[in-house]
Nanobody, 117 residues
Framework: QVQLVESGGGLVQPGGSLRLSCAAS????????MSWYRQPVPGNQRELVARSHDVGGFTYYDNSVKGRFTISRDNPKNMVYLQMTSLKPEDTAVYYCNARSGVDEYWGQGTQVTVSS
């Protein structure tokens, strides 16, 4: 059974930092493209924030987070991280971990990030 479990969300002031973690079980993250999505409003479409490809080490960032967020993976520990700095109120959302390989796709349950003074 595949599980992706996010942690590290919370309330932070504008300009602050958070690190989100995604613990994977039932799959090897080394074989998957691992991504972070966010959903600012419940029911709206999830937005791709960052992606780490399993081949070539390529990464992708949405323009809104480029230079502020960093995605990384620890394949031996089966973990994926999202380091978020210089947080803005518009970064407030539920953040989801995603694993994808071909037609296989899995989601975590999400972790809330709230940026507010």
């Amino acid at each position: 059974q595949v599980q992706l479990v996010e942690s590290g969300g919370g309330l932070v002031q504008p300009g602050g930092s958070l690190r989100l973690s995604c613990a994977a079980s039932g799959l090897s993250v080394s074989n998957y493209a691992m991504s972070w999505y966010r959903q600012p409003v419940p029911g709206n479409q999830r937005e791709l924030v960052a992606r780490s490809h399993d081949v070539g080490g390529f990464t992708y960032y949405d323009n809104s987070v480029k230079g502020r967020f960093t995605i990384s993976r620890d394949n031996p520990k089966n973990m994926v991280y999202l380091q978020m700095t210089s947080l803005k109120p518009e970064d407030t959302a539920v953040y989801y971990c995603n694993a994808r390989s071909g037609v296989d796709e899995y989601w975590g349950q999400g972790t809330q990030v709230t940026v507010s003074s």
